[in-house]
């Protein structure tokens, strides 16, 4: 520093002076749950915000005396990097932006954060400087850090106050038939506090504060809670405190009893007679009025837990009180609230536990009226949907309009917009808003820009938003979203053993065993095992998308469980559970039921996602009348419909229908062939390996659906034809190169090669329909499946072909679907 203040330059002297002394100061302030010093032991660093684990949050700095955070302008990993090596960890696996997890206060130190990854302190990295930035705590970044700390790190010496805030949160029901019966959508609030749980007073609770809560728990809205059923369970268990030590005191003298030989017969009686005794006690833990007579055995089931968990919570630990959301929050640690200092004892005088009450979305209601409702619904009234995510209730945000769908740019997303969103859909509040194509990129239109919500909307078309210019947005700017979703238990009945890893191994169910009560654990029969039913699979456990789909499983033996209890698994891919799909149910039918021979899956947090480019089908399809003689090594890949076999071969010709076909990877994670290169086959005539058989189908249909004319196409070269910018090429098929479609590359299969075409030489005049879908059998996993065909109506004369309205197959909607399927046919040449 002294060298640093020693400079001869005037009017620099008092700005580099005063920074020098500010970096070497160390103030010890009370610091936020994760904090940590630079190496250099000039700044401190702390972790903040909400919801969050030890190892992410908002990322705050200690200058000047005063704790501040740092803009997201140019934020990115190489920055996060810094940050977390700062606070001990020895490297970053993300960040975030925009608020994610919370605004800070005070001063915004650092914008526009320039790190190349190796720097060992920020102030190495080029900035606007301290305390100069444009932004508002809106744009506070956050990191995420890799869970690994840095060997020999010191933490600072500081001690630790206690922090108040509020990061986990549950609904715990109090009647018993509610404990079973997921999911949970009413019972007493409780906040994380140390080990336990505490309460919420309900003093000024509302239904603002209720629908905060149900966001969170993954429900769309709140209801009415009974508060006089809730009130009268407070009174029942206060009282029943010091009955339950008297039972228990009892129940032990009777365990005395016995060990002495008391007869068994007194024994029964006097059991009959307590049961009498206590369900009398208990009649009215349902919110009615029961005769005081024997209970059957369901009520004595019923009754028993309920009575239990009354008396042992009859004291509650209340934590927080005063309350007061507007209702638009996305976590109640953004409410306004106030916590309970000192002694607690006397806490929430006249008041209660604060319960709140949900309506679960259509997916995880339980009622079958709900259901029905929903389903007579949902087709008519769905204008927004989630596409490419790995998990029910996140994905890539899609709109319809006028019977189109199409994205929403990431300009201005945010929390408020993704829980309307979310809400919409019938989960809860949102939890992430993704943005910069994080769920994969669409295509088509983009409808949406600038989108602008209060958080009260019922659509996102109600929100304040813009519409798009060419220069505004690309799909590379793809708004996603993360919704909260309802805790249904599922991966409590499946789970993998004998991986390597836990992201892959052999499938185990859990299902009733034969003519008992008791649940066992047994196998999936590998035949007809595919990635639809992996991709179920990893759904189900939360362990992202399926990368591989296993029919055998020798390598993976190493549990006890050998028998086969499910057969004939087939599912769609979209079902939560592998519960929902088609099996054999109880009769297993499986030829080979050793256990090498079970269903295995392997998953991943990425998929690759291909998308076809429709509209260069419709611009360059044409008709081409092409020799026998140039069609030999065609006809030996059966590329030629089955009657040019009987042709008058060399002579002649086949009337083909060419186009080109460009396939975009549009996931995140690179399109690789199933087999390895060892396997791929050699192709004399042409020259080439084909790394899969069948790499897409080429189809011409009827109106009503039915084929009339195919060809296909094996990937004899897939490879890296052209990429976005900024991407590399990784993919070459020259010289027995890897092959393969890197995420944001395509591959161009032109018009003018063999095999790209359909033969149409027995095709009759007509209008028709060409299908174009890629990936067929399923066979390499994808994100999202249903957006690999392509169709578009055509109209052949005899002569002359018109191709025209290509369009992803599920880029329409319903209706717009309905009039493609039903099209009457061009009367004409004149296509509009």
Known sequence: MKLCCSSGWTDLLPLLCGLCIALGQTQQTTPAPSTGQSPSGKLKFRLAGYPRKHNEGRIEVFYKEEWGTICDDDFTLENANVLCRHLGFVAATGWAHSAKYGKGVGRIWLDNVICGGSEKSITDCNSRGWGNSDCTHEEDAGVVCKDERIQGFVEPNIIETEVNQVEEVRLRPVVASAKKRLPVTEGIVEVRYKDGWAQICDEGWNHKNSRVICGMMGFPSERKVNKNFYKSVKKRATRGGGRSLRSKERRIKKRAAKAKGTSPGSKDRSAKVQAAKATAKTVATKGRLLPKSAPTNKQKEDLKPTTRLYTERHQPNYRLHSVACTGTEVHISVCPFEFYKGNMSGACKGGMPAVASCLAGPLFSNGIGLKKKAAQQTPSQQLIRLKGGAKVGEGRVEVLRKGVWGTVCDDRWNLQAASVVCRELGFGSAKEAPTGARMGQGMGPIHMNEVQ?????????????????????????????????????????????????????????????????????????????????????????????????????????????????????????????????????????????????????????????????????????????????????????????????????????????????????????????????????????????????????????????????EGHKASFCLEDTECQEMVSKRYECANFGEQGITVGCWDLYRHDIDCQWIDISDLKPGNYILQVVINPNFEVAESDFTNNAMKCNCKYDGHRIWVHNCHIGDAFSEEANKRFEQYPGQLNNQIV
């Not at 362990?543 to 086969?564: C, F, I, K, P, R």
């Not at 149910?585 to 076809?612: H, M, Q, W, Y």
């Not at 086959?681 to 897409?696: A, L, N, P």
Request: proline share 2%; net charge neutral; with cysteine.
């Open 453 to 709: 919500c209060l958080g009260t909307e019922k659509s996102l078309w109600s929100c304040q938003y813009k519409n798009i210019t060419e220069e505004d947005c690309q799909h590379s700017e793809d708004a996603s979203v993360r919704c909260n979703t309802p805790y249904m238990g599922f991966e409590n009945t499946i789970r993998l053993s004998g991986g390597r890893n836990r992201l892959e191994g052999r499938v185990e169910v859990q299902l009733p065993g034969n003519g008992s009560k008791a649940l066992r654990w047994g196998l999936v029969c590998g035949e007809g095992w595919g990635n639809k039913e992996a991709a179920v699979v990893c759904r189900q456990l939360g362990l992202g998308y399926a990368n591989s789909a296993l029919q055998e499983t020798w390598y993976w033996d190493a549990s006890n469980v050998t028998d086969m209890i499910v057969s004939g698994v087939r599912c769609t891919g979209t079902e939560m559970t592998l519960s929902h799909c088609q099996t054999h149910g109880a009769n297993v039918n499986c030829k080979k039921t050793g256990s090498r021979f079970a269903a295995g899956v392997i998953c991943s947090e990425t998929a690759s996602d291909l998308l076809l480019h429709a509209n260069l089908v419709q611009e360059t399809a044409y008709i081409e009348d092409r020799p026998l003689h140039m069609l030999y090594c065609a006809a030996e890949e059966n590329c030629l419909s089955s009657t040019a076999r009987h042709a008058n071969w060399p002579y002649g010709h086949r009337r083909l229908l060419r186009f080109s076909s460009q396939i975009h990877n549009n996931g995140r994670a690179d399109f690789r062939p199933k087999a390895g290169r060892h396997s791929w086959v050699w192709h004399e005539c042409h020259r080439h390996y084909h790394s899969m058989d069948i790499f897409t189908h080429y189809d011409i249909l009827t109106p009503n659906g039915t084929k009339v004319a």
